[in-house]
C-alpha cells in the first residue's frame, strides 16, 4: 500500500521569501517521489523526481526536494518565492504499481 | 513534440447523459494511464493501458465507466449513464518504459454533470 500526505492545503508566501511544501509518504516497497506543478487551466507538470541516488534532487524553476527516508519526507523547497511560482503543487509516490498516489495538493500563494 | 491532448476540454451534460473523453497520448508511449479529480479531493488513478491491455483497472469506480484504446493508440473513456458524482477533471497520462519513468499529463477535460 502507498499513500501522501501534503501537510497545508494553503501556503501563503511573500515574494522573495522561503517557500516549503511538505511531503511524506507510505510506502511498502523503496518509492519513486514525484512532484508536480499545476498552472490555473493547464495540467501537470513535472517539477522534480526522485528515483534512485542523489537524495537531493533538483529540478525546474528553481525547486528542489531532499528524499529523507528516516523521516519518510520529500519536501518541496525554493529559496525565493516569485510570483509566477503562484499555483498548485502535487506530490506523488510510485510504490511499486506503475498508477501514482498523490496527495490532496496545496495552493501556493505568492504576495507581492 | 506534441504533448498528451484531451478532447473536450469541457462538457457539461445532464444526469443519465453519455459522455466520451478522449485522449491521445504522447506518440510511441506504451502506457496511458487515466486519473479523476472530483472537486476538493486529491487526484486518484482510474486505470493503466500497456498499449492496447488494460493493465491495472483497479481504481475504475464502477460498470458506468468504460475505457478502451484502440490499436495501442488513443483511448477513450466512456461514462454511462451519468451521474452527478462523476463531475470533475478527468487527466489522461502517457510514458514509456518503466515505473521511474515521467508521467506525462494531459491538460484534463472538466466533466460537470447537472
Known amino acids: 500500500a502507498q499513500s501522501v500526505t501534503q501537510l497545508g492545503s494553503h501556503v501563503s508566501v511573500s515574494e522573495g521569501a522561503l517557500v516549503l511544501l511538505r511531503c511524506n509518504y507510505s510506502?511498502?516497497?523503496?518509492?519513486?517521489l514525484f512532484w508536480y506543478v499545476q498552472y490555473p487551466n493547464q495540467g501537470l507538470q513535472l517539477l522534480l523526481k526522485y528515483t534512485t541516488g542523489a537524495t537531493l534532487v533538483k529540478g525546474i524553476n528553481g525547486f528542489e526536494a531532499e528524499f529523507k527516508k528516516s523521516e519518510t519526507s520529500f519536501h518541496l523547497t525554493k529559496p525565493s518565492a516569485h510570483m509566477s511560482d503562484a499555483a498548485e503543487y502535487f506530490c506523488?509516490?510510485?510504490?511499486?504499481?506503475?498508477?501514482?498516489?498523490f496527495g490532496s495538493g496545496t495552493r501556493l500563494q505568492v504576495q507581492p | 513534440e506534441a504533448g498528451v491532448t484531451q478532447f473536450p476540454s469541457h462538457s457539461v451534460i445532464e444526469k443519465g447523459q453519455t459522455v466520451t473523453l478522449r485522449c491521445d497520448p504522447i506518440s510511441g508511449h506504451d502506457n496511458l494511464y487515466w486519473y479523476r479529480r472530483v472537486m476538493g479531493k486529491e487526484i486518484k488513478f482510474l486505470l493503466h493501458f500497456v498499449k492496447e491491455s488494460k493493465q491495472d483497472e483497479s481504481g475504475m469506480p464502477n460498470n458506468r465507466f468504460l475505457a478502451e484504446r484502440t490499436g495501442g493508440t488513443y483511448s477513450t473513456l466512456k461514462v454511462q449513464p451519468a451521474e452527478l458524482e462523476d463531475s470533475g477533471v478527468y487527466f489522461c497520462a502517457s510514458s514509456q518504459g518503466d515505473r521511474e519513468e515521467t508521467q506525462y499529463f494531459g491538460p484534463g477535460t472538466r466533466l460537470l454533470v447537472l
Open positions: 506523488a509516490v510510485n510504490g511499486g504499481r506503475r498508477a501514482l498516489t
Open positions: 510506502s511498502s516497497v523503496p518509492p519513486y
